[in-house]
């Protein structure tokens, strides 16, 4: 993990959590995906490209998302590389403390 970050909005009972990991590419709906990509068979695909990820997730005042809220985060975004990973964390962490929450999908 990154980075994980539980931020309290100004509407009460309202919670964000932020959350940055890097991914190794070994769990098998990430070789899964690459199988599919390639166009190999899942078996071929030993492991998919190591790939950093930041979400914006609703949860509790304890930081726990539901089921729904994980799969389907307020906001998602890719980076390419760790430094890229860590400067994008405190960036979204700085827009969400501030009020200013992305939305939507912003994977490369």
Not at 22 to 29: F, I, K, L, N, P
Not at 75 to 99: F, N, P, Q
Request: hydrophobic share 35%.
């Amino acid at each position: 993990m990154i980075g994980l970050t539980l931020i309290a909005s100004w509407w009460p009972g309202r919670y964000y959590n932020v959350l940055t990991w890097m991914s190794d590419g070994t769990s098998a709906m990430e070789r899964l995906t690459e199988s599919i990509r390639q166009k190999k068979p899942f078996d071929e695909i030993k492991t998919a490209s190591v790939s950093f990820q930041s979400t914006i997730s609703r949860c509790d005042r304890m930081g726990v998302s539901e089921e729904k809220d994980i799969e389907e985060p307020v906001y998602r975004k890719s980076y390419a590389s760790l430094e890229e990973a860590r400067a994008g964390h405190g960036t979204i962490v700085d827009l969400v403390a501030a009020g200013r929450i992305p939305r939507g999908d912003d994977s490369d």
